[in-house]
Every structure is written in C-alpha cells, then in structure tokens.
C-alpha cells in the first residue's frame, strides 16, 4: 500500500561550486527528474541559505509516495543516469561531518 | 485565482528551549493549527538538524495555497491567538543575523 514519506535533509555546498550547482539544478535542466518520478520522489525542493558559520547549505525537501521506500532509494540509486548525475553534485556538495551526503533531519512538527 | 507558493526558512533554536519548542510542535498540541489552515498555509513541517557550529536549527518548510499570500500573511499575523504562540515560540528562537525572525531562502530546485 502506498505511503507518504516526508524527507527533509542538509547538506553544505562548497562556495566555488555554487554557480555549477545552481546551473545543474535549473528547470530547463532535465537532470535525473524522470528518475525521481519513476521512483515515487515528489514534490522535491532544494532550497539555500547562508548561515552564521559564513557557509552556503542546502535544504532539501521530498515526499516519497511509492510502497517500499527502502526498494525504490536502492533502485535509483543504482540507475546508471543517477550514478553520472551524481558525479556532477557530489562534488559540488559538502556533507555535514560524519555523513556521507544529505543528512537527514528530524521532522518535529507537520501540519496538514 | 489560487496560486500555490512553497516557502523554505530557516532559524536557530536555543538549546535550552528545544525541549520546549518540541513540547509546543507536538502532534497532540493544537497550536495554531487550525489559523494555518484559515490563512491557506498547508502542508507544514519542521525539522532540526545540529550543523557544523555546533548549534540547532530549525527548517520550515510550507505551501501557500490562497489567493494573497502578502493579505492571508498580515491577517494570521493579526490574529490574537497567533500573537499569543508567538509569545511562547519565539523566546525559543535564535533568528539568523540581521533577522527578525524566519529566514526565507532562496528556491533553486523543484521537480513536481
């Protein structure tokens, strides 16, 4: 039976890869979209922010509405489009200590 | 006619008042829901996650789904009940430098 998931995730962006990134992440940029369709990602959003500490981090917002969420994460991630796509972000991107990318937050309120 | 505008904010949250903060967000507390709702704000949720310098932030993440946003967002303000959870919440809060309270970001990724 389908779920919905919510995901809200973090991650820094290194300051000289931010044009790139951004460029990447255009709506004219078809990029891995379809993929995220494909595997019941929607409603994605990254956002950007500069914090006290002088970096740039990015937030990240999705709901997964697919049936085995641990299922479709393993299968996209194994998509070869998705492995090149994220030759291209990782290197844009700097996880927060300890993590190996987004790290995933703790959701503490929701309002339908 | 009906738009819908995703917002993304951010703000710190002082660690001695996380507790609180979580206590006042949680699903069994009423809140503020119900204004959220009148003034078209859907689909709400915070999250936390603890960044590089040590302290906790907070993400917002909402869907304005009214017809004007900049009116539904001067009437919630006005409500008595939203000034009286906002006397509670923001003593919680840590607003970003030069900020009054949520930081708004900047939207540089959404796929449907």
């Not at 951004?22 to 500069?50: C, E, M, W």
């Not at 489009?81 to 959701?107: F, H, T, V, Y």
Request: charged fraction near 25%; charge should be negative.
């Amino acid at each position: 039976m389908s779920q919905l998931r919510r995901v809200g995730m973090v991650i820094g962006i290194k300051p000289e890869k931010f044009d790139e990134y951004k460029a990447l992440h255009a709506d004219s940029q078809p990029g891995v979209r379809d993929l995220l369709t494909k595997y019941h990602v929607h409603n994605f959003s990254i956002f950007v922010q500069k914090l006290a500490d002088g970096h740039d981090y990015l937030f990240g917002y999705y709901e997964y509405v697919g049936d085995d969420y641990e299922a479709d994460m393993a299968k996209l991630a194994a998509e070869p489009r998705n492995i090149e796509w994220l030759k291209l972000c990782d290197p844009c991107q700097q996880p927060l200590s300890g993590k190996a990318s987004w790290a995933i937050m703790e959701e503490i309120y929701h309002n339908d």
